[in-house]
Every structure is written in structure tokens, then in C-alpha cells.
């Protein structure tokens, strides 16, 4: 809203910062921000209230995830009004990019919210059927990227080089829409520990926060040579967004949890990340930034499959980070532990810009 009141009323000194992307990602951030703190206090009570006994916790996970019985969930709701919002403030109105992954956030976060509806109302942590969620959530993607399609090329972009890809054609379209997916399922499986997944997703967000930014300056990307996607640094905007509603949620899922963000939220933020690795061309980076999501659910992967064919288990729970509780880290422990892998894989991510 106020890039457009900008450009209609010719904004000029100080207020003609609002034209700059970097100002506006910044403003969306502390927008963000102040919104979840201010919003968190009651929408928590609401949740109490209105949840009664909270998440169902599963008996056969981890003895010391019993005490966290009544904590309620849905939290996510906080984290989309937060972005939502401080989005329809401070960003272009006229960009399909943000439009597109606004669209798949809000519609991976109703799918979220009617799990985590069905698991309160039932007193189960089973929730929707995961073909039916999988089926809407393919169907969000697909949705979304044939809004954006016009804008982008099928091609698969390889990282460290500057002139290798892939192309694939119309095969591009069900690929973009498998990550989208995959990364939404991929964060829901890491949400297993008080603020597990929120920083992780904080710090991927920085990262493509950057790499959307100069993706879409013509001159960053001839000098660095990767693909110039036009329009694309205004998913900036976005990645701020998410970075300060994630800060905000944290300040109140951080140990020990006061509110847990449940699938509306792992599957909206999921999602997010997802989608804006795919309008910005760097799906493969994705896979490195958001290393830590690809090793939970790889971790869930490799146990299911080793279980069927031979009966026993690699891991002593999946996804991994159970796996280390039960070899007795405390529950601290392994959350910043995986905060500090999420960082150096951000690193790494970020240097393939340069290191081509």
C-alpha cells in the first residue's frame, strides 16, 4: 500500500524511501515483528481457551515431551497474520512473485489448520489423511506456479557454475511443484521440538532474502552470473516478512513453549521457502540452505525403508532430532546445535553466488 500511495503521490525526500526495496524490506521485517509481539499475548489466550488440553502429544515419543501437555498449537495463525499484513503494507501490489507465494503460504496454512483442527478435535495426532493433504497441497503449488509461468524459464539452474543448467521443458512445471511441496512436508517434520524449526527457517529466509535481491538487479547478476529473474526482488519484502513474524513466534516458542506453530504454521513457512526458491531460480541452493530440513526428512526416509525390509531401525526415533534425544542430549541442546548447522549451511548456500 504505501509503494503504491508512493508512486501515486510522488513521494520526495525522507518518505521517497519507500521506493527502495531495501528500505521496505527492512520495514516489513520490523512491521512484521512488532505485530506477532503485540498480537502473541492474546491470540495465546484465545488458543488456551479455546484448545482446552492443547496439542495431543504422542505417547510414544519422548518421555520429557509429556510435560508439555496443554500447550496450545495453530500458532502459525500468528505468524501468517503478522506477514499477511506487514506484506499488504509495505509491498509492490502489482508483483505475481509475492502474490504467488502470499498464495502459497495462506493455502499451505489452511491445509495446516484443518490438520491441527482434526488432531484437537479428535484427540489424535494422526489429523487429515496424508494422501488428501498432499493432493490440496500439490494443487496449491500447481495453482501458483501457472500464475507465475509466464515469468519464469524451465530451466534447473546448477549452483558453482555460471553456465550450467538444466533444461526441462514442461517436465520444470511438476518438478517446481514437488519443491514446494517437499519443503513444506520437509519443515512440518523438523517442528518437533520447541523452537526447532522457527530460527532454521529464520536464517533461510535471510538467506534468500539476499539471493532475491540481487536476482533481481541486472547488474548483480551479470557480475555474479547467476540468472536474472526481473520482478524478483521484491520476494525480499517476503523473506523480511517471514524473517520478523519468525522472530516474533520465537519470542514465544522458544523453550519452554508457550505456544507451539503446529502444521499451520511448518506447512505455511514450508512452503514459503519452497516457492521462493522456485521464482527464484536457485531450487538446487535451496536443497543446501535448507540442508537441515533435507537431513530430517531424509532421516524419516531412511528408517521407514530400512524397517520394511530387514525389521529394525537405523535411528532410535525418527526424524533425527529425536534420535538425539533419546541418546540423552537435552532438548536445548539439540535445538541450538541445529540452529548452528541451519547457519553454516546458509553460509555455504550463500558463497555459491560467488563461488562459480
Not at 504422542?58 to 508439555?68: E, L, M, N, W
Not at 517442528?191 to 532454521?200: F, K, N, Q, R, S
Amino acid at each position: 500500500m504505501f509503494y503504491f500511495l508512493a508512486q501515486l503521490l510522488e513521494f520526495e525526500g525522507l518518505l521517497n524511501l519507500v521506493r527502495y526495496q531495501s528500505f521496505r524490506a527492512g520495514a516489513t521485517m520490523m512491521t512484521a515483528l512488532v505485530i506477532g509481539l503485540l498480537i502473541g499475548p492474546k491470540f495465546i489466550a484465545m488458543l488456551r481457551v479455546r484448545q482446552g488440553k492443547g496439542q495431543p502429544i504422542r505417547s510414544d515419543g519422548p518421555a520429557s515431551h509429556q510435560a508439555k501437555v496443554g500447550t496450545p498449537t495453530m500458532g502459525g495463525l500468528m505468524i501468517l497474520t503478522s506477514l499477511v499484513v506487514s506484506m499488504l503494507l509495505w509491498m509492490d501490489l502489482s508483483s505475481p512473485f509475492v502474490w504467488a507465494c502470499l498464495a502459497v503460504s495462506i493455502g499451505f496454512g489452511v491445509i495446516g489448520f484443518l490438520d491441527d483442527y482434526d488432531k484437537v478435535a479428535k484427540r489424535s495426532h494422526k489429523g487429515v489423511s496424508g494422501r488428501v493433504r498432499l493432493l490440496a497441497e500439490f494443487i496449491v503449488a500447481g495453482i501458483a506456479i501457472y500464475f507465475v509461468s509466464g515469468e519464469l524459464n524451465t530451466n534447473i539452474y546448477v549452483p558453482f557454475f555460471s553456465d550450467r543448467l538444466i533444461p526441462l521443458g514442461w517436465f520444470y512445471y511438476p518438478v517446481a511443484a514437488t519443491v514446494i511441496v517437499g519443503f513444506g512436508n520437509a519443515v512440518n517434520l523438523t517442528d518437533g521440538l520447541d523452537g526447532l524449526a522457527t530460527m532454521p527457517v529464520v536464517i533461510a529466509a535471510g538467506a534468500f532474502a539476499i539471493i532475491c535481491y540481487l536476482v533481481g538487479r541486472v547488474d548483480y547478476t551479470e557480475y555474479l552470473g547467476i540468472p536474472h529473474v526481473p520482478g524478483a526482488g521484491e520476494l525480499a519484502l517476503f523473506c523480511a516478512g517471514i524473517m520478523g513474524a519468525g522472530l516474533a513466534f520465537l519470542w514465544f516458542n522458544a523453550p519452554p513453549a508457550a505456544v507451539f506453530m503446529g502444521d499451520t504454521g511448518s506447512l505455511a513457512l514450508g512452503g514459503a521457502l519452497g516457492a521462493i526458491a522456485v521464482a527464484s531460480h536457485h531450487e538446487l541452493v535451496l536443497l543446501i540452505i535448507g540442508g537441515l530440513f533435507v537431513m530430517e526428512t531424509a532421516s524419516v526416509i531412511i528408517q521407514v525403508f530400512w524397517f520394511k525390509r530387514t525389521g529394525r531401525r537405523i535411528f532410535r526415533m525418527a526424524p533425527i532430532h529425536h534420535h538425539f534425544e533419546q541418546l540423552g542430549w537435552k532438548e536445548s541442546t539439540v535445538v541450538i546445535r541445529f540452529w548452528i548447522i541451519a547457519i553454516v549451511l546458509a553460509v555455504i548456500g550463500l558463497a555459491t553466488l560467488k563461488l562459480r
